[in-house]
């Protein structure tokens, strides 16, 4: 954008020129439109040091040494909104590994409140034996049958059991909570970069609306000029606004790219 106002400029000073020299214009109009053009020019210079420092950035940022890379173009499609909010809000719940992890935690603290629970339980065993023994004589017994059980039940260590089993209750609903607080995060958190990225969108729109205002400005105001009816100055400002609309929309479709990125 820089290099083409550059280029535009350089042909207005050229036929500004021609038109001082003809008598048909002022010397106050060639001034403020080599003005303008020197203007551009330093500003081109700015933009091409910035782009050049970002390469470089962008190669350190990657591991490459410092070593300038040039980005690929960006896409032709312009950024949308989330169509669906919800689903990628659980989407998002699913896919944190921090809340999987919480998840795990919550399985084995019920898993453990549970297990201390039925440890305040009798312990009851059972056991069978049967025996079968060949020439024992007539008042021998071939075959011995015995079963039995047993109860094992601590009553004096209920009131430690129970301690147990509400401490494990506790801590499982105490990852519980933190698992709730962590899954509210999120839902804000994607709510809030969807609602960014509609507005970004929405930004971009009203960018795209005013370069085409400015467009048609600067062709009215050029056509005056070409009559008679409008000054350099003011020619030269209707660029401006045109450039300064472009890169409005340049800014706000980066922006737009941005928000997309961070919310999908």
Partial sequence: MATAQVEGLEARVATAQ??????????????????SLSQARQAALQ??????????????????????????????????PVPDVEALVQRALSGRPDLVSMRHRVEAADASAEAASWGRLPSISAMG????????????????????ATLDWNVWAWGKAAAGVKAARAASMQVDHQVEAVEAGVRVEVRT?????ATATAA?????????????????????????????AELLDAELALVRARSGQVSARVEAWRAEAVAK
């Fill in 18 to 35: 021609a038109s001082f020299e003809a008598g048909t214009l002022t010397r106050n109009d060639l001034l403020l439109t080599q003005l």
């Fill in 47 to 80: 933009l091409t040091a910035a782009r050049d420092a970002a390469y470089g950035r962008l190669g350190l940022a990657i591991g490459n040494g410092g070593e300038p890379v040039r980005p690929e173009a960006p896409p032709d499609r312009a950024p949308r």
């Fill in 129 to 148: 034996v049967y025996q079968h023994q060949e020439g024992q004589g007539l008042f021998g017994e071939p075959d011995i049958f015995y079963a039995g």
């Fill in 193 to 197: 970069r969807a609602a960014a990225l």
């Fill in 204 to 232: 971009l729109e009203i960018a795209l609306v005013s370069v085409a205002q400015a467009e048609e400005n600067r062709m009215i105001v050029e056509v005056r000029h070409g009559a008679g009816t409008s000054t350099m």
